[in-house]
């Protein structure tokens, strides 16, 4: 029987580079990244079901209400969310599903699933997460603002995480993500069934 994956929860300001981090975790661990669901307008580039699934504000706010969601928030006038069986098809394989959410969604699944393992990641300073999102291009300035005055509301959460990873150089941020993931899975409850096996072959 296949061991059953961990869930991991990531968290960080937008525009701190938890997808760009989360693309090279993926190269090196059994993590796999669970595709959240979204109200937002597609990025240029962003393909439904790959980057988000894109969602309307009435077929989001459905799946809320048929309980089919592990987790939601609303965030810059629109709703982002993890669908349940996203998360639950990734853990069945063996496989550790990877939650990039928001600190309010974190927060309550943190409640509801204490073993989680949480991650909270952050550039090296604000000046330069502000760079980073004019950098990107996708959004006006107003928007950026809005996600620089976010952050400055979500950063003081970190410590109800159990790891903060510092994103300035991304290969060491990498690093640093990897030696977590494979720190957690080396925990004695996510070897039972190997262990019980073991002790039947002697």
């Not at 990244?33 to 988000?52: C, K, M, N, Q």
């Not at 979500?154 to 150089?169: G, H, L, T």
């Amino acid at each position: 029987m296949t061991e059953r994956g961990m869930l991991i929860i990531l968290s960080g300001p937008s525009g701190c580079g938890k997808g760009t981090m989360l693309k090279e975790v993926v190269k090196r661990t059994a993590c796999e990244v669970s595709v959240s669901a979204t109200t937002r307008d597609p990025r240029e580039g962003e393909i439904d079901g790959v980057h988000y699934h894109f969602f309307t504000r009435e077929d989001f706010e459905k799946r809320i209400v048929g309980n089919e969601m592990l987790e939601y928030a609303q965030y810059c006038n629109n709703y982002y969310g993890t669908l349940k069986e996203s998360v639950e098809s990734i853990r069945s394989q063996g496989k550790h599903a990877v939650l990039e959410i928001e600190v309010q969604g974190a927060l309550k699944i943190m409640e509801e699933h204490p073993d989680a393992v949480t991650i909270f990641t952050l550039p090296p300073t604000l000046a330069e997460l502000r760079r980073r999102l004019e950098k990107r291009g996708t959004e006006t300035q107003e928007v950026i603002e809005q996600r620089i005055a976010r952050a400055i509301e979500e950063i003081p959460f970190a410590e109800r995480y159990q790891y903060i990873v510092w994103n300035d150089k991304l290969e060491d941020a990498v690093d640093d993500f990897c030696a977590i993931v494979q720190a957690e899975a080396n925990r004695t409850k996510y070897s039972k069934e190997r262990i019980g096996a073991f002790t039947k072959s002697c």
